[in-house]
């Protein structure tokens, strides 16, 4: 599939071509993960379909950060399998999955503080020619070097104005407020063109007017063909924005099912909404 999402200046923002047979990119099975004794993840099986907003919800504790670093590389399994459009990518290092069109954000924004913004996201595209030495000094192979940077910096002002950052371009991103640092990593990781987003928290500590300005992004996002699997603790929100919800609790799987179903079941309003919906 390959897709456009409008930017705010009438333009479109073109998502990299994704295999459309499979409708569930992302299948995890038997994942498995203990530390010191504790098991933290323990037989964890879902799938993402494709073109969904799929919530991850739990108490803290629950594991779910865990199978975040788990099925992207951070994090080996004790045991199970994760795929990623058909492939067996378990245990594959974070760059291979990354390369491979599944990226991730984390709970607390790891930006390169001490360059711009635009810095920041002209590291993201792949496959940067001029990465190797040789091809930066060669006479025939700068004009490709140069030819690369011209294209990836189109496509990195498209990105930072569809997340209307732009103003923001030549700002460090150290001085960028926490709600900023969110916008600037969701538009990163889109630069990798990413199959399947995985969001870990990404409306902690955001204030409303951006917590609104990032899930617009999300499901014009969505709508466009991207994939989303979200860490949330915001019940509300989750319930609001997702088609499916999966709920984690002692490092299992409760509950998969629709908001209403999570929302109808015994099992999670004891465990984790303390017997209140």
């Known amino acids: 599939m390959s897709g456009t999402t409008n930017t ?7 998502q990299g071509d994704v295999d459309t047979d499979d409708e569930t990119p992302l299948e995890v099975e038997g994942l498995r993960k203990t530390f010191g004794g504790i098991t933290a993840v323990d037989d964890v099986t879902f799938g993402v379909e494709k073109g969904s ?6 108490p803290n504790g629950a594991g779910k950060s865990t199978t975040f670093n788990l099925i992207t590389g951070m994090h080996d399994a004790d045991g199970g399998t994760v795929r990623f459009n058909g ?4 245990g594959l290092p974070p760059h291979e999955i990354a390369n491979r069109g599944l990226a991730r954000t984390f709970q607390i924004a790891r930006e ?12 993201a595209p792949k496959g940067q020619i001029g990465e ?8 025939g192979a700068r004009d490709n070097v140069k030819r690369q940077e011209a294209e990836h910096l189109e496509r990195v002002w498209e990105v930072l104005d569809f997340f209307e950052i732009d103003h923001l371009a030549d700002e460090y991103a150290e001085n960028l407020s926490g709600g900023q640092r969110k916008l600037l990593e969701m538009a990163r990781a889109l630069l990798t063109d990413p199959d399947v987003l995985l969001l870990d928290e990404p409306f902690a500590g955001v204030n ?16 466009d063909g ?13 319930m609001e924005n997702c088609e499916r919800v999966i709920v984690m609790h002692q490092g299992r799987v409760l509950k998969d099912g629709t908001p209403a179903e999570v929302k ?5 309003i004891e465990a984790y909404l303390g017997g209140e919906v």
């Not at 190797?132 to 006479?139: D, M, N, Q, T, V």
């Not at 991207?226 to 019940?235: A, K, R, S, W």
Request: proline content about 3%.
């Open 8 to 14: 705010t200046d009438g333009s479109s923002l073109s």
């Open 53 to 58: 907003i799929t919530g991850l919800i739990g």
């Open 87 to 90: 492939e067996d990518i378990t």
């Open 112 to 123: 390169l503080e001490e360059m711009t913004v635009l810095e920041n996201m002209m590291l």
């Open 132 to 139: 190797a030495l040789w091809r930066s000094i060669a006479p």
């Open 208 to 223: 409303p007017s951006l917590e609104k300005r990032l899930l617009k992004h999300i499901h014009e996002l969505r709508e």
């Open 226 to 238: 991207y994939t989303f699997l979200i860490v949330e603790h915001d019940m509300d929100l989750i």
């Open 264 to 268: 109808e079941s015994e099992d999670v």
